[in-house]
């Protein structure tokens, strides 16, 4: 009977070791981008008035690149609460809308406390690696998640200790990488999309006004980045929006491509 049991251990753990390590391999490339991006988060949290111990803290907790960036901006002027409340919530939405069709994949063992665990590492480049699954298990899900929480923490641990050490001048040039990394994400899209072109005009257009223009210049960062974000993303909705048809054939399309 021992030896039937432990057969049969055996015939379950190697399919989740395969797809461990197979989420696992997966996860290389989304840990090296988030270790550049972290990096800047932690010299960035620094130059805030942060300690390392904090930033860390934060990104051990938060794996969310541009709600954290956002975040600590506003920290940086006590009592904001309800700002930081609206900013977070603009934000981290889309995170919801991602983790609604992600479920329709999962497989049927992902119930309970393991959804509410799996739901912690939902982030953009995770999702687009997941949704591409006939089916997500928890094993591939653990490996796909594991290498880019290691990388996102400990390049926050490293750029916030270096931002300790560095000159001003070189913290300044490598804070340029999180400029970087939204022109990656956005500049791909505007060549195939051209109401991204004109969302992404817009928001610039509205973060100018809420820079230069006086009153408008006094409104917190987390608020106005909600602002620019709802604004410009409404206006091109209204003016642009996506047809049933257009949507379906670019579904097929990634499906295809996938």
Same mark, same amino acid.
């Given at each position: 009977?021992?030896?039937?049991?432990l057969f049969s251990?055996n &015939?379950?753990i190697k399919?989740?070791?395969k797809?461990?390590?197979r989420?696992?391999l997966? =996860?290389?490339p989304i840990?090296?981008?988030?270790?550049s991006?972290s990096? /800047?988060?932690g010299? *960035?949290a620094i130059k805030?008035?942060?300690?390392?111990?904090?930033?860390?803290?934060?990104?051990?907790t938060? &794996?969310?690149?541009?709600?954290?960036?956002?975040g600590?901006q506003?920290? =940086?002027?006590?009592g904001?609460?309800?700002?930081?409340?609206?900013?977070?919530?603009?934000?981290?939405?889309?995170y /919801?809308f991602?983790?609604?069709? *992600?479920?329709?994949k #999962?497989?049927?063992k992902?119930?309970?406390?393991?959804?509410?665990?799996?739901?912690?590492m939902v982030t953009?480049?995770?999702?687009?690696?997941?949704i591409?699954?006939e089916?997500?298990?928890?094993s591939?899900?653990a490996?796909?998640?594991?290498?880019?929480y290691?990388?996102w923490?400990?390049?926050?641990? *490293?750029g916030a200790i270096m931002g300790?050490? *560095? %000159?001003?001048?070189?913290? /300044?040039? #490598?804070g340029?990488a999180?400029?970087?990394?939204?022109?990656?994400?956005?500049? %791909?899209?505007?060549?195939?999309?051209? %109401?991204? &072109?004109?969302?992404?005009?817009?928001a610039?257009?509205?973060s100018s006004?809420?820079?230069?223009i %006086?009153g408008l210049n006094?409104?917190s960062?987390g608020?106005?980045?909600s602002?620019?974000?709802i604004v410009?993303?409404?206006?091109?909705?209204?003016l642009?929006p996506v047809?049933?048809?257009e /949507?379906?054939?670019?579904?097929?399309e990634e499906? =295809?491509?996938?």
């Open positions: 009977m021992s030896v039937l049991a251990k &015939v379950t399919p989740m070791l797809n461990y390590k989420g696992l997966a =996860g290389i840990a090296l981008g988030y270790l991006v990096f /800047s988060f010299i *960035l805030y008035g942060l300690t390392w111990w904090e930033a860390a803290l934060i990104s051990l938060n &794996v969310t690149s541009a709600g954290q960036f956002a600590i506003i920290m =940086g002027t006590p904001l609460w309800l700002d930081m409340l609206i900013a977070q919530a603009t934000i981290n939405v889309r /919801s991602m983790s609604i069709a *992600l479920s329709q #999962l497989d049927k992902c119930s309970g406390i393991w959804r509410w665990l799996m739901a912690f953009d480049e995770i999702f687009a690696v997941g591409s699954e089916s997500v298990t928890r591939f899900w490996g796909l998640s594991t290498l880019p290691i990388g923490a400990s390049g926050t641990i *490293l300790n050490i *560095l %000159p001003a001048s070189v913290m /300044s040039a #490598l340029l999180l400029y970087g990394m939204f022109v990656a994400i956005v500049v %791909p899209v505007m060549k195939t999309e051209k %109401p991204v &072109v004109w969302t992404v005009i817009i610039a257009v509205l006004c809420f820079t230069y %006086p006094k409104v960062a608020l106005a980045i602002i620019c974000a410009s993303a409404g206006i091109m909705a209204v642009r047809d049933d048809d /949507s379906k054939d670019q579904v097929a499906g =295809g491509a996938a």
